[in-house]
Every structure is written in C-alpha cells, then in structure tokens.
C-alpha cells in the first residue's frame, strides 16, 4: 500500500527556494504527526521538521528560520517551504510520520549547486 508520494524537488542555486509536497494515505495523515526527513550521500536519514494533529511543528536547528512545513488537511497533504537554500540542504527529502512507517516514499531529490 502506497503511504506517501513526494514531489516539488529539483536544482536550485544556493539562497533559492522550493516547495516540496507530500500526498499522504488519508489514514496515516488523519492520526499521525507528520514529518519530512531528508537523507545526503553518505550520511543516515535525519528528522527535518514535523507538524502534529494539532498544527505544533519542530524544526531541526540547521533549517530553522528558513524552513516551513504545513499541512492541507482537505487535500492530505504536507509541504516544506524551503528558502535561503545552502549547499548542504542537498538530500533525497521523504515525508513519513514521526515514528516512520513501512514503506517509504521514493522520495524527491533537492539539489542545491550554483
């Protein structure tokens, strides 16, 4: 059963901006804090940001200030605003819960390089 399907990532030059998006199972999106997580080359998948049921979010301190997550909850969704992007924001971004769950998305690929 397909969970999560992200998109929005691309290459962008250091100090833009993307939206990411992610389509959630209407279950899982219904009852689970909601999360992205973002995974570099070489390096173990790392909690980005989260938003819960009721709207709180927490932010990994590398993204704070430039980052921004929100959820739709009409459409299941989940973005990450990302601004002021820097080389080390590149990483395949997945959307999962905060306690993650089987299967992962494909995840979409942020590029940031001038």
């Known amino acids: 059963q397909v969970q999560f399907v992200e998109s929005g990532g691309g290459l962008v030059q250091p100090g833009g901006s993307l939206r990411l998006s992610c389509v959630a199972a209407?279950?899982?999106?219904?009852?689970?804090?909601m999360a992205w997580y973002r995974q570099a080359p070489g390096k173990q998948r790392e909690l980005v940001a989260h938003i819960t049921t009721g709207g709180k979010t927490y932010y990994l301190d590398a993204v704070k200030g430039r980052f921004t997550i929100s959820k739709d909850t009409a459409k299941k969704t989940v973005d990450l605003q990302m601004n002021s992007l820097k080389y080390e924001d590149t990483a395949v971004y997945y959307c999962?819960?905060?306690?993650?769950?089987?299967?992962w998305g494909q995840g979409t690929q942020v590029t940031v390089s001038s």
């Open positions: 209407e279950s899982t999106f219904n009852w689970w804090t």
């Open positions: 999962n819960t905060d306690l993650p769950i089987d299967p």
